[in-house]
C-alpha cells in the first residue's frame, strides 16, 4: 500500500480526540513518581556547589549515622565495584582522522568535580527527609580551581580532563573548502554575521525520576524511569556500563510529562540507583526537584558562530562559509557530538540552492552542564544560523525578506545538497507564498504606520526551514558515528475478537501516539479506533527499538507497524481465501472485508480473525493459528519537513518591551494522520522556540562558574501572555520513501521560529540604528542596544 492510497483511508486525516487524555484529564495517569513499591527507599544526591574543584576528601560517617539511612555511596565505593562512567553513543572523527576526546563520565565524581551539580554521594535512606537530612551531614574538602564557562573561552582555560589538553574536543568539517574560498573570491557581495545561540534549559512539566528495583530471587532488575527510550537506556546501561545481561534487566518508562531531548539520556541517577538497589536489596526512588533539574538535566543549543554568504550581483547564493564553537559542557552526553556536526551543518543548505557549502566545527569543554539534542536538536541551530544570515543578505542589497528567499529556492527534486543531504520532494515557493497572503504582508505598511502613532516601532521577519526528521539510514548513521541502530519495530497482536494490540518501540510523552497510532491501524484493518490499544515503553513487553526524538515516531515508527500489517494481511487472505473456496491471489481487502474479484463472495476481518483462532476451516500444516506479526523499519533517507514562518513584532523603545503580535506558520509535513494533533504539536513548538527568542537564556558567572539562572525566578519560561494568536496552515507534499508519506512535525515550530521572531526584532530596531542583536530580545537587552546605538 503506498501514500496515496493510504491517505484515502477512513479515519485518516481526522482529528479525533485523544485516547490518552481521558486518564490524564481525570488525575489517571502513572508517572514515575506515581509508583510506590513495597520496601521503597529515597536517594538524595550531594551535588557539588562549585564549578570545578578537585575532592581532597569526603566524611561520610556522620551521614552513616544519621536517622534511617541504609548507606552512603561515593566515587570510590562505584570504582570498587567497577562500575564504567556513562558511555556516549555517537563518535566524531576530528579533521586530522583521530577520534574525538572522549574522557571519562563517573556516575560518582572521582577526584574531581567538574561542574556545579556534578554528582559527588548518594545517600539512601528510608525516607525522603532523612535522606535530605544526613546529606547535609556528608562533608567534602574541596581544593576550587579556575572554570571556564563560555565557550569562546575555553581554548585558553585551566583543562578540565587530562585527555583534552585545551579543553578541545573535536575539529569536524563538512564541504569543500576550497571550491567555497574560490566562489568568495569571485563574488560581487559578501554578508557576514557573528550570532550566538542561546543556552537553554529544557524544564519540562515532569521532573527526571527513577526507580531502582532488584529481585534476589531472580537475580533481575527493574528500572523505573521518565526516559524517552527505555530500549536504548537499557542497552547502555547493560552493555556499556554495568556488564549485566541484558536480559535481566528490565526498563519501564511509563507516562512521562514531556522530554523535549532531555529525557533521551542515560543519566548518573539511573546507573547509581539500579547499581545500589542490587547492594541494599532495596527499592530505591529519586526524584529530581526543579532547582536539581536546573543543575544536572543535559541542557541545549550553546553555540558561538561566525556565517559568510557570498552573492552574484543579482542576489543569488554562490556559497556559504561558517564556522562554529561548539560548547559540550562538562562530559559529553549520550548524543552531543551529533548534534552541532551532524545534525547541524548538513542542515545549512536550508531550502536554497547555494552550490557550494563549507562548514568548520569545533567543540571545547567547559565547566557547565553536558549539553545534548534538545526539540529541534541541531536543526533550530542551523536555521537560526543561515535565516538570519539570509535576511541581512536582503537587507544589505536592497531586496525584500521574501525576495532574497525566492530568488534562492530549491524549485527541482529530488535535490542533493553540497552537504550531504537529498530532498526527496517540497515546493519551497509555495510555503512562502501562502505564509505572505495569510500573514497579509500587503497590509504590514499600515500596521506599521499605525503603531508609530502610538510612539512605538513595528517590524516582520521571515524564516523559511527545512529540517531533517527520523536520522536514518542505520549504516550511513554508522558511518557517521552512530554507536545504534536507528531503526524501530512494530508488532501487531490480532485477537480472536477482531480486536488488536500495537507495540511499538517508539515512545510518547505528550505527543499522541496512542491516538495516532491506533488510528493508523484502524484504517488499515478496516476497524473502530476503540479496537486498537498501543503499548510503549517496556522492554518487558515490546520488541526491541529505539525510542522517540527527532520527530520519528510516524514515519518510521509507523512505517514499522504498516510493514507488521501488511504480513498481517498476507495472511489474513490466506485464510479468507479457505474460508471463501478461492485462490488467496484473487483475494482483495478494503474497508474492513475480503472479497473475491468478480464474486460477491466476502468475509469480514473479524470473521477471519476468529477462524485464525479456531481453525477448523484451514490446514494447519500450511498456515499456523494465531495472527500476530512483527517487523523492523530501517529508513532509507531522512523526512523533510519545511516551512515558512512569518512573525510581527512591536517593541516600546522607551522601556526595550517586545510584544510578538502576529505570527503565522505554513508548514508542510506531508500526509497528516489526526490534523488536531499536528496543530497541538506546532503551537507548542512555537512556544518554546519564541520563548528562546524573547525571553529564556541559561546564565553561569563567568568567574565562578555558578548557575545564576537556577530558578524560575532567574529563567523566564513563555506563558501564555507572551504569546500572540497564531495562523497556522499546511501544505503537503508526501514524503516518496514511507508507505504512509508522513514527514516529522514535533519540533518544527521551535525550528522555525527564533529566526523570524530575531529577523522581526531587528527590522524593527533598524531605524534606530541597532545592527545586530543575539537571543533573547528581553525588554533590558533591547533596551541598552537602543541607548548603545544613541551614542
Not at 545534548?372 to 537587507?395: F, H, K, N, S
Not at 525510542?547 to 515516531?553: A, K, L, N, P, V
Request: aromatic share 8%; charged share 20%.
Amino acid at each position: 500500500m503506498g501514500a496515496s492510497d493510504f491517505v484515502n483511508l477512513p479515519d485518516i486525516g481526522a482529528s479525533i480526540r485523544r485516547k490518552e487524555d481521558y486518564r490524564f484529564l481525570t488525575g489517571g495517569g502513572q508517572y514515575t513518581d506515581d509508583i510506590t513499591l513495597a520496601h521503597q527507599s529515597y536517594a538524595v544526591f550531594v551535588r557539588s556547589p562549585h564549578a570545578h574543584a578537585n575532592i581532597k576528601s569526603i566524611n561520610t560517617a556522620a551521614a552513616k549515622a544519621a536517622p534511617g539511612v541504609l548507606d552512603v555511596f561515593v566515587g570510590a565505593d562505584v570504582a570498587a565495584d567497577k562500575i564504567n562512567g556513562l558511555p556516549c553513543g555517537w563518535l566524531i572523527t576530528s579533521t586530522d582522522g583521530t577520534p574525538m576526546k572522549e574522557p571519562p563520565h563517573p556516575i560518582l565524581a572521582q577526584g574531581k568535580v567538574r561542574y556545579v551539580g556534578d554528582h559527588v554521594a548518594m545517600v539512601v535512606a528510608e525516607t525522603l527527609e532523612q535522606a535530605k537530612n544526613a546529606a547535609e551531614l556528608v562533608e567534602v574538602d574541596y581544593e576550587v580551581l579556575s572554570a571556564v564557562v563560555k565557550v569562546t573561552d575555553a581554548a585558553k582555560a585551566a583543562a578540565l580532563h587530562d585527555v583534552a589538553p585545551g579543553n578541545h574536543c573535536f575539529k569536524w568539517a563538512i564541504g569543500d573548502k576550497a571550491q567555497v574560498d574560490a566562489a568568495f573570491a569571485g563574488a560581487a557581495h559578501v554578508t557576514q554575521l557573528d550570532l550566538i545561540n542561546n543556552r537553554l534549559v529544557p524544564n519540562a512539566m515532569e521532573p527526571r525520576a527513577v526507580i531502582g528495583s532488584y529481585s534476589r530471587a531472580t537475580d533481575e532488575y527493574t528500572l523505573y524511569v521518565a526516559n524517552q527510550n527505555p530500549h536504548v537506556e537499557r542497552l547502555l546501561l547493560t552493555a556499556f556500563v554495568m556488564g549485566l545481561p541484558e536480559h535481566k534487566v528490565r526498563v519501564i518508562a511509563p507516562d512521562v510529562g514531556g522530554g523535549f531531548g532531555s529525557k533521551i539520556y542515560l543519566y548518573a541517577e539511573d546507573v547509581c540507583l539500579t547499581w545500589a538497589s542490587k547492594k541494599l536489596n532495596r527499592n530505591i526512588k529519586w526524584t529530581a526537584d526543579r532547582s536539581e533539574a536546573f543543575v544536572c538535566d543535559a541542557h541545549g543549543r550553546d553555540h558561538a558562530s561566525h556565517a559568510e554568504m557570498a552573492l552574484d550581483k543579482d542576489g543569488k547564493f554562490l556559497a556559504l562559509r561558517v564556522h562554529t564553537d561548539a560548547n559540550m559542557g562538562a562530559y559529553l552526553s549520550t548524543f552531543a557530538p551529533a548534534i552541532p556536526t551532524i545534525l547541524y551543518a548538513t542542515l545549512l543548505a536550508g531550502q536554497y540552492t547555494t552550490p557550494q557549502i563549507y562548514v568548520e566545527v569545533d567543540a571545547w569543554f567547559t565547566n557547565t552542564a553536558p549539553v545534548d539534542a534538545y526539540r529541534g536538536a541541531g536543526r533550530p541551530e542551523a536555521t537560526y544560523l543561515l535565516e538570519r544570515l539570509v535576511t541581512r543578505c536582503g537587507w544589505e542589497l536592497g531586496l525584500a525578506q521574501d525576495e532574497i528567499r525566492r530568488r534562492n529556492m530549491v524549485t527541482q527534486f529530488p535535490y542533493q545538497t553540497p552537504v550531504a543531504l537529498q530532498y526527496d520532494v517540497g515546493d519551497f515557493r509555495a510555503l512562502l507564498e501562502r505564509a505572505n497572503e495569510l500573514a497579509d504582508v500587503a497590509g504590514f505598511a499600515q500596521r506599521k504606520a499605525a503603531t508609530e502613532t502610538k510612539g512605538k516601532l513595528r517590524g516582520i521577519g521571515y524564516s523559511s526551514y527545512i529540517e531533517a526528521c527520523g536520522l536514518a539510514p542505520s549504516n550511513i548513521a554508522g558511518a557517521l558515528g552512530a554507536r545504534a541502530g536507528l531503526f524501530e519495530c512494530g508488532e501487531v497482536r490480532v485477537h480472536p475478537t477482531g480486536s488488536v494490540t500495537v507495540f511499538t518501540g517508539s515512545h510518547s510523552h505528550g505527543q499522541g501516539h496512542e491516538t495516532t497510532f491506533a488510528q493508523v491501524v484502524a484504517a488499515r484493518l478496516g476497524i473502530s479506533v476503540d479496537q486498537v490499544d498501543v503499548v510503549h515503553g517496556d522492554t518487558g513487553r515490546v520488541p526491541f527499538g529505539m525510542g522517540t526524538y527527532g520527530s520519528r515516531s510516524l514515519a518510521v515508527g509507523g512505517t514499522a507497524i504498516m510493514k507488521a500489517l501488511d504480513k498481517i494481511e498476507t495472511k489474513a487472505k490466506k485464510i479468507a481465501a479457505h474460508l471463501m473456496e478461492a485462490s488467496d491471489a484473487d483475494v482483495e481487502f478494503a474497508n474492513g472485508e475480503f472479497t473475491i474479484k468478480g464474486t460477491d463472495k466476502k468475509v469480514t476481518f473479524g470473521q477471519v480473525a476468529l477462524t485464525a483462532y479456531v481453525p477448523h476451516n484451514y490446514p494447519l500444516d500450511k498456515l499456523e493459528p494465531g495472527l500476530n506479526e512483527t517487523a523492523f523499519y530501517d529508513p532509507t533517507n531522512f523526512t523533510f519537513p519545511a516551512g515558512t514562518y512569518i512573525c510581527e513584532v512591536e517593541i516600546d523603545p522607551a522601556t526595550g518591551e517586545v510584544r510578538a503580535d502576529r505570527f503565522t506558520a505554513v508548514d508542510d509535513f506531508g500526509n497528516i494522520i489526526n490534523p488536531m494533533i499536528v496543530e497541538g504539536q506546532v503551537h507548542g513548538g512555537l512556544v518554546q522556540g519564541i520563548g528562546q527568542a524573547l525571553l529564556e537564556r541559561c546564565v553561569y558567572d563567568p568567574e565562578s562558574g555558578q548557575l545564576l539562572t537556577g530558578s524560575f525566578m532567574d529563567y523566564t519560561m513563555p506563558r501564555a501572555d507572551d504569546m500572540p494568536n497564531f495562523t497556522l496552515d499546511t501544505l503537503c507534499t508526501p514524503c516518496s520513501h514511507n508507505p504512509l508519506g508522513a514527514k516529522g512535525c514535533g519540533e518544527a515550530g521551535a525550528i522555525g521560529s527564533p529566526p523570524a521572531v530575531m529577523n522581526a526584532v531587528l527590522d524593527a530596531l533598524k531605524p534606530l540604528g541597532v545592527t545586530d542583536f543575539d537571543m533573547p530580545a528581553t525588554a533590558s537587552r533591547v533596551w541598552e542596544a537602543i541607548q548603545a546605538a544613541k551614542h
